[in-house]
């Protein structure tokens, strides 16, 4: 008899954005004369840097001659694109990660997703509330959890963001061995300080955990004096695996390139207790599982690192940035209390109602969408989450629409 895994029956089923979907189609059938405004989604909507496009089209060429075919490449990416990325991303920053510590793959969502295989079982893990709910479903999956009741799995340690802690949650009470950090944060926006962090390495260094640190939104942070990667704090190579993504920052969500840096100091413990290092065991999974990504979409990618590359991502973060404090500045004219916008492309607002109600308050009154903060966790009900992820014309007319309806 085929058995399934019941641990994915305990899975809640998402209606987040099913149900936005039918609300937004009623509204519509409403009112066909209405353009609505979307700014719940979490999908950049620029097109990808000339220097990748031409970085892109030049490799698919070198594909189509005999001397330029690639077959199966490097499972943890070509040696081009790995120095790139740990020459740009961090020696420059002062962060010493080496080449063969950068595993290139094809998606921040994926390698956040299935580093939990190499942990035990009993691992206690430690997961944000409001959160990017990959983390959390993977370990459902795997069985780390108990049942779902009332907002909460048993058996998971919740860290807790809200207003009281600025969003950035305080360090676990009770022991846990695995924690996921993602600043800027989804769906918060909010960011963290090299002192904060540096209080959660010293906690993970402590108590033998690990840290799993997501930093897609990482080339939104415009504030000097904020973290870029977790390696800028000390010892974090020993206790930090981070997670990096050119979704966000190069347009690439439907091109799919990102990378995962495991530093050789960083450990993990056998049941004995032993140190075995993580670096091996995520290169035997890494090439196990996955074939490597497509040779034009990792010149694609070096691209970004090209100087005209840099200086069109940087003008794609600006340009969304530039949404972003309009957002803010809008909405926090109205009254409403805002985190985020500054340093990510996401503003949290505090509806001071139900997550629902200030959905359907904004679409039925200025035909905009948003993400009801409730769907991210216990602690993003009273929220809702604005994007910047749509065109300059569409924010200036969607904030309009708001301020004439709530004013
Ligand atoms: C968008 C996003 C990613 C990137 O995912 P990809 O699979 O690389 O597109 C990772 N983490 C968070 C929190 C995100 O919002």
């Known amino acids: 008899m085929i058995t399934i895994n019941e641990h994915y029956n305990k899975l809640q089923a998402s ?8 609300r937004v189609t009623r509204y519509q059938d409403e009112n066909p004369d209405q353009t609505i405004i979307k700014l719940g989604i979490g999908d950049v909507t620029k097109p990808l840097p000339s220097a990748c496009i031409a970085a892109f089209h030049k490799a698919v060429e070198e594909m189509a001659s005999a001397e330029g075919f690639r077959g199966y490449g490097p499972e943890q990416g070509y040696e081009f694109l790995r120095e790139a990325i740990a020459e740009h991303d961090f020696r420059a920053r002062g962060a010493e990660i080496a080449n063969d510590e950068i595993f290139v793959s094809d998606g921040a969502k994926c390698d956040t997703g299935n580093f939990q295989e190499l942990f035990s079982p009993a691992t206690v893990i430690a997961i944000p509330d409001p959160v990017y709910p990959v983390y959390l479903d993977t370990n459902v999956m795997a069985g780390r959890t108990g049942t779902f009741s009332d907002g909460r799995y ?18 676990p009470t009770q022991p846990v061995d695995l924690i996921y950090l993602c600043f800027p944060n989804n769906p918060t926006g909010s960011t963290i300080s090299k002192e904060e962090l540096k209080t959660w390495v010293d906690y993970a260094r402590q108590n033998k955990a690990l840290i799993l640190f997501d930093a897609a939104y990482e080339a939104f942070i415009k504030d000097e004096s904020l973290p870029k990667t977790i390696y800028e704090i000390e ?50 999974r890494h090439c196990t599982k996955f074939d490597g990504v497509s040779y034009p979409v990792q010149r694609a990618a070096e691209a970004l690192y090209s100087r005209e590359g840099k200086q069109q991502s940087e003008q794609l973060v600006d340009y969304y940035m530039k949404n972003a404090e309009l957002i803010r500045t809008a909405m926090s004219e109205l009254g409403f209390s805002c985190v985020g916008g500054d340093n990510s ?9 139900d997550s629902w109600k200030f959905f359907d308050l904004l679409l039925d009154e200025a035909g905009v969408v948003c993400t009801p903060g409730a769907g991210f966790g216990k602690c993003g009900e009273g929220y809702i989450r604005l994007s910047a992820f749509n065109s300059f014309e569409n924010v200036s007319l969607a904030m309009e629409r708001i301020k004439d309806s709530l004013a």
């Open 235 to 284: 010892g974090a190579k020993e206790v930090a695996v981070e997670f990096r993504s050119f979704s966000k920052s190069g347009g690439f969500t439907g091109t799919r390139c990102a990378y995962t840096v495991v530093p050789k100091d960083c450990m993990a413990y056998k049941g004995d207790g032993t140190r075995q290092e993580l670096h091996g065991l995520w290169n035997r």
């Open 345 to 353: 492309p996401y503003i949290w607002i505090e509806g001071k109602m």
């Open 154 to 171: 048993k058996g998971v340690v919740y860290l807790e963001s809200t207003r009281e802690n600025n969003f950035v949650p305080a360090l």
């Open 15 to 22: 209606y987040l954005f099913s149900d936005i979907a039918k």
